[in-house]
């Protein structure tokens, strides 16, 4: 990977992307320092660092919901509105065949992203600054209204910057804003842990035992992110004319984790969401039970979760995987898999394919979630979603290294010509 950069810096062209892109991460991390005006921080940050879906908010947007600064929801609306416009895709067909238009409809489709990012941030701003009432320093209607508007213009303009930054930087500017915001909290973590040794609470062999173990999380999520089954595909001999087209060999790949992290941060919003909802009853018998039976760190927490990160792993390779699809293509153009009947056989071959496959990533997102659980329970060592973090950290590093290396290609390819 450090090669990869290594060379791509030495390319002109490659060198102000990367430039430009690491200014824009650095514009990112100064908005996360702007506060929203009329907020109590120092209150709300106690209600944040007990974790729940507030801290993993705080997580991945870089601190910033803890100062409760203007990117306070970072970039989380964006996401919601391209997962729901995915859906919406396959439900309603104008808006499948408008997908299928190339890219002019690709255009269009991400318009309407982008208003819906804008109505989604809008809705959540609205719902936190009324949430959150109790952490305003003024509760009048104007005091609201400016906090909701200053959130959803924050969101907004980090929009835009994710979209900057993959046209004029080295891409993936959404995954790289979330990247940045988890990265920035790296030394956060590692003086806590610092300062639990130094309060003797945490061993030295806990916090070896503790890196050794995220190095082997690091190996383990490449390592499927990775993984792929190839189905091996045939296309037959045509003859047109005086010449032949056909006979190559190619292959489809079934990846391990078709659905990426997608699955976590869904399950996770099910099931922090009534708790962080009752949150703001502390007196009432809700919390009570919640507080008791759905706290994070028990088992029966771990449970729910595990199986809903299994359940939306399936969910989601579902919507965005189609066999039929897949293997009506493979029909239309003369193709087949060795040994398999084309048509409903193949379909029905793919999809038990990828169904053994899913498990296995499913089960892997799974365990990886409830990891922290586990260290809780043995060690001295306090972390909230730490490995969730670090399977989004790692997945955008790998995406962001293999798109350095396309355009490392496609600038050093030479035509025949020459």
Known sequence: MFNTIRNAWKIPDLRKRMIFTLLMLVVFRLGSFIPVPGMNTEALASLIESGGLLGFFDVISGGAFKNFAIFAMNITP??????????????????????????????????????????????????????????????DFMSVTLVALSLTAGTAFLMWLGELITEKGVGNGISLIIFAGIVSRIPVGANQIFQLYKAKTASIFEIIGFVILAIIIIMGVVMIQEGQRRIPVQYAKRVVGRKMYGGQSSHIPLKVNQAGVIPVIFAMSIIEFPKQIVGFFPGSGAYAFFNKYFAW?????????????????????????????????????????????PGKPTSDFIQRSLSRITLVGAIFLA?????????????????????????????VAMETVKQIEAQMIMRNYQGFLK
């Open 297 to 341: 760190g028990t088992w029966l927490h771990g449970i729910l979760y595990a199986l809903l990160i299994i359940g939306f792993t399936y969910f989601y390779t579902a919507v965005t995987f189609n066999p039929v699809e897949v293997s009506n293509n493979i029909k239309k153009y003369g193709g087949f898999i060795p040994g398999i009947r």
């Open 78 to 139: 964006y996401i919601n509105a391209s997962i729901i416009m995915q859906l919406l895709t396959i439900a309603i067909p104008s808006l499948e065949a408008l997908a299928k238009e190339g890219e002019e409809g690709r255009k269009k489709i991400a318009q309407y992203t982008r208003y819906g990012t804008v109505v989604l941030a809008l809705i959540q701003a609205t719902a936190l600054s009324i949430g959150l009432k109790g952490y305003l320093l003024k509760t």
């Open 367 to 395: 365990l990886i979630a409830i990891l922290p659980i586990f260290i809780m329970a043995f060690t001295n060592i306090k972390i909230f979603f730490g490995s969730t973090s670090l399977l989004i950290v790692v997945s």
